[in-house]
Structure formats: C-alpha cells, structure tokens
C-alpha cells in the first residue's frame, strides 16, 4: 500500500482477538443486553447486535422490532436447545450433554 504524505494509517494488530474477547464478556457478564430469548417461560438475556449478525432469521425479527429492548418468544424448541444454540453464538462452541 502507498500513502500519500498526507496519509496517516492506524492498524489495530490485536482487534478481532479482542473483539471476540468482549463478545465472551458480553455473554459471561450478561452487560448492555438489549434483547430476551424466551423459551419455556425463561429468559435468556442478549445482544440484538450479535443476534443478528450470526443469524438472518434473528436478525429479520429484531429489524421488525420498535421498542429499544426486544423480547423474541421461541415456542419450538427447549430451553436446553436455546442454552446451546446462545452460547455457540456468542463463543463458537456447542457441548451435546
């Protein structure tokens, strides 16, 4: 890449790395959620942002949503499923127990 004189470039070598580490945090500490998960009666509190970037059916139902926080009913799966489903999101990671 070349630069003119006037050109200044910052680059983050470390972000993605720390970015996936916020989103761990985000789903550790449940901080700044904006969006319920209700399966089965129970809330499983999230973000509407990692939400719908790793899901278009999520994503479709949060645009389509007013209020600030949002709340999405699931009725077809379980509880369980939606633990699972929610972390594999958030970390990359599924366990089958």
Same mark, same amino acid.
């Given at each position: =890449?070349?630069? *003119?004189? /006037?050109?200044?470039?910052? +680059?983050?070598?470390?972000? *993605?790395? *720390? =970015? =996936?580490?916020? &989103?761990?945090?985000?789903?550790? $500490?449940?901080?700044?959620? /904006?969006?319920? +998960?209700?399966?089965?009666?129970? *809330?499983?509190?999230?973000?509407? $942002?990692? +939400?719908?970037?790793?899901?278009?059916? $999520?994503?479709? %139902? %949060?645009?389509?949503?007013? @209020?600030?926080?949002? /709340?999405?009913?699931? /009725?077809? %799966?379980?509880?369980?499923?939606?633990? @699972? =489903?929610?972390?594999? &999101?958030?970390?990359?990671?599924?366990?089958?127990?």
């Amino acid at each position: =890449m070349s630069l *003119k004189s /006037d050109e200044v470039v910052l +680059l983050w070598g470390q972000q *993605k790395s *720390k =970015m =996936m580490q916020n &989103i761990q945090d985000l789903y550790e $500490l449940h901080e700044f959620s /904006d969006c319920n +998960l209700i399966v089965g009666g129970k *809330k499983l509190e999230c973000h509407k $942002l990692v +939400l719908s970037s790793c899901s278009p059916f $999520l994503k479709d %139902i %949060i645009e389509n949503h007013v @209020s600030e926080v949002c /709340d999405i009913t699931l /009725d077809d %799966i379980s509880f369980e499923v939606a633990c @699972s =489903m929610v972390r594999y &999101i958030y970390l990359g990671e599924f366990y089958k127990r």
